[in-house]
T-cell receptor
Framework: AQTVTQSQPEMSVQEAETVTLSCTYD???????LFWYKQPPSRQMILVIR??????QNATENRFSVNFQKAAKSFSLKISDSQLGDAAMYFC???????????????FGKGTKLSVKP | GAGVSQSPSNKVTEKGKDVELRCDPISGHTALYWYRQSLGQGLEFLIY????????KSGLPSDRFSAERTGGSVSTLTIQRTQQEDSAVYLC?????????????FGNGTRLTVT
């Protein structure tokens, strides 16, 4: 079974600085998707960025980028120019690309709480 | 259009009572998911509906939990004989289709407290 591990329960960053959140995963599959979700106090999960495993190029969305190391099964999130609104829980998630079975099942890590200091 | 809507936002119930949690997905979304988020934990998959297919119930923790989706739209998650360990935030999500590249849109969840 696939697992997702986020080893940093909490992180802190100064406003305008850069922070990297770690995520590792375990799978025997070769085709899958990886996601980072943000959960502010409103509880709504918001998709930040996603990466297809078959793509070697790291995904980028404005100030958010990932460092995807497939062989190492590592998927870290870098937030540049941190803003106060970035403060939230961040969850790494894995989704199998195999059709059939629990294809809809997102497997989440336990999250990293990010604080942004003014 | 409107996002995924969940009700109630918060629910406090006594141990042993039954509760119903409602999810109204985005119009036109064929796939619907329920997750449970316990304090300090990630999201735990509960159940998944796709169109008229039989739901994937593999994540339901016990037979006290059940869910249905009427008319391919609104879904209700029912917990019978609630226990204190059922206290958690229950999140619903929908996606346009059950393709792996179709993003999930989440609601704000229902915080369930069992006293």
């Amino acid at each position: 079974a696939q697992t997702v591990t986020q080893s940093q329960p909490e992180m802190s960053v100064q406003e305008a600085e850069t922070v990297t959140l770690s995520c590792t995963y375990d799978t025997s599959e070769s085709d899958y998707y990886l996601f980072w979700y943000k959960q502010p106090p409103s509880r709504q999960m918001i998709l930040v960025i996603r990466q297809e495993a078959y793509k070697q190029q790291n995904a980028t969305e404005n100030r958010f980028s990932v460092n995807f190391q497939k062989a190492a099964k590592s998927f870290s999130l870098k937030i540049s120019d941190s803003q106060l609104g970035d403060a939230a829980m961040y969850f790494c998630a894995y989704r199998s690309a195999n059709y059939g079975g629990s294809q809809g099942n997102l497997i989440f890590g336990k999250g990293t709480k990010l604080s942004v200091k003014p | 259009g409107a996002g995924v809507s969940q009700s109630p936002s918060n629910k406090v119930t006594e141990k042993g009572k039954d509760v119903e949690l409602r999810c109204d997905p985005i119009s036109g979304h064929t796939a619907l998911y329920w997750y449970r988020q316990s304090l300090g934990q990630g999201l735990e998959f509960l159940i998944y509906f796709q169109g008229n297919s039989a739901p994937d119930k593999s994540g339901l923790p016990s037979d006290r939990f059940s869910a249905e989706r009427t008319g391919g739209s609104v879904s209700t998650l029912t917990i019978q004989r609630t226990q204190q360990e059922d206290s958690a935030v229950y999140l619903c999500a929908s996606s346009l289709r059950a393709r792996v590249d179709s993003p999930l849109h989440f609601g704000n969840g229902t915080r369930l407290t069992v006293t």
